[in-house]
């Protein structure tokens, strides 16, 4: 029995250091692993930075131009009434507000969802002021009377429809970039 008891005890001798330098190796292989881990992570993220930064500066930049080329002003401008019946123009004018959303709706992919219900916001008010403005107008109206009804509109309010989308969307430019 006590010849058992020294060959265990012998054993313990042997396998106790073994044991702990394995167990602290472990720790140490782990760590090595981990800190390495999040060093090759770091780096990933920095080099998507570098190719998502622009791209994301890039929507932006382009939401922006939505917003600016909805702005009923520009849009009014831009889509002359001359010639059209209210009805026409009120027809032009919505065409032309949903084809330049759908052109830039995949730059949502790129923006907060707060930055995005703005500019939705912004192209809804756009479109109410609109369907508002011509079904406020006579049945004989022209194109060039419904352009006036939206500015005096817009001028009466002292809002434009964009500006809040347009502020959100530069202040959060500026805490991004």
């Known amino acids: ?18 044991i702990i330098v394995a167990v602290a190796m472990y720790h140490l292989v782990k760590k090595h692993y981990e800190r390495d881990y999040k060093v090759r992570l ?11 930064l622009p ?8 939401v922006v131009l939505l917003l600016e080329r909805i702005t009923p002003s520009n849009l009014l401008l831009r889509v002359g ?6 009805s026409d123009y ?3 004018l919505l ?30 008010d756009v479109v109410n002021l609109i369907n508002k403005t011509y079904k406020e107008l006579p049945e004989n109206a022209r194109g060039t009377d419904l352009a006036k009804r939206i500015l ?19 202040q959060e430019i500026a805490q991004v970039f």
Not at 81 to 86: D, M
Not at 95 to 114: A, G, K, L, P, W
């Open 1 to 18: 029995m006590n010849e058992i008891l020294l060959f265990i005890l012998d054993l313990l001798k042997i396998a106790l250091p073994a």
């Open 42 to 52: 770091l780096e990933l993220r920095q080099k998507n930075a570098e190719v998502v």
């Open 55 to 62: 791209i994301r500066l890039q929507a932006y930049e382009r």
């Open 81 to 86: 009434g001359t010639g059209h019946t209210a």
């Open 90 to 92: 009120h027809r032009v």
């Open 95 to 124: 065409n032309e507000i949903r084809n330049e959303f759908n052109h830039n709706m995949s730059q949502q992919v790129y923006m907060t969802e707060q930055a995005w219900q703005q500019v939705k916001h912004a192209r809804e």
């Open 152 to 170: 005096e509109t817009v001028l009466s309010t002292e809002q434009d429809p964009t500006a809040r989308a347009l502020t959100y969307i530069k």
